[in-house]
């Protein structure tokens, strides 16, 4: 795949709308495969919620993609998962059910998991596998299923501080 960032790709959120993930440029993303029925779920929704707060003003985006390819977590209905994920962030962005792995994998899915960082490459995804991108849509960083992002990650920090730069010219 030789494509140099996210902002080729779109996706239809919650109520079937294409979203072009290059509307996002300029922007720090963390997207998110969730499982609204998996353990990690209360967790990591309330660890996202939390540096989405903090850092919305300075432009950080969660964009959350439902997927029920690991023991069928997500199995609710797109109104279910909206109303379970609104009560920890009204700000998150909800996409349509998606397939992260497999013959029919989403092609944003598959550029993440190939243009992940070099450690990352050929591990499976899991729920709540997260994606770092910064302002120009390129992979930071790869976070595992159970490490939670936090408020003052280096990674995200330098991310921010880089959209803050561009912002203001």
Request: charged share 25%.
């Amino acid at each position: 795949m030789d494509i140099n960032s996210i902002y080729a790709f779109s996706a239809k959120d919650k109520k079937g709308r294409t979203i072009k993930f290059k509307d996002f440029h300029g922007k720090v993303l963390v997207i998110v495969n969730v499982a609204s029925m998996c353990g990690l779920a209360a967790k990591t929704y309330q660890n996202l919620a939390d540096i989405l707060e903090r850092y919305y003003e300075d432009g950080l985006r969660i964009l959350l993609f439902p997927c029920i390819q690991f023991l069928n977590k997500d199995t609710a209905n797109l109104v279910k998962i909206g109303e379970q994920v609104n009560e920890y962030s009204e700000r998150f962005i909800l996409f349509n059910k998606i397939d992260i792995s497999g013959k029919n994998t989403h092609d944003l899915y598959k550029y993440l998991i190939e243009k992940s960082p070099v450690w990352f490459k050929g591990v499976a995804l899991s729920n709540f596998t997260k994606f770092l991108v910064d302002k120009d849509g390129k992979i930071l960083h790869r976070y595992a299923a159970n490490e939670y992002i936090k408020v003052d990650d280096i990674r995200l920090m330098e991310a921010l501080s880089q959209t803050q730069k561009y912002n203001s010219v």
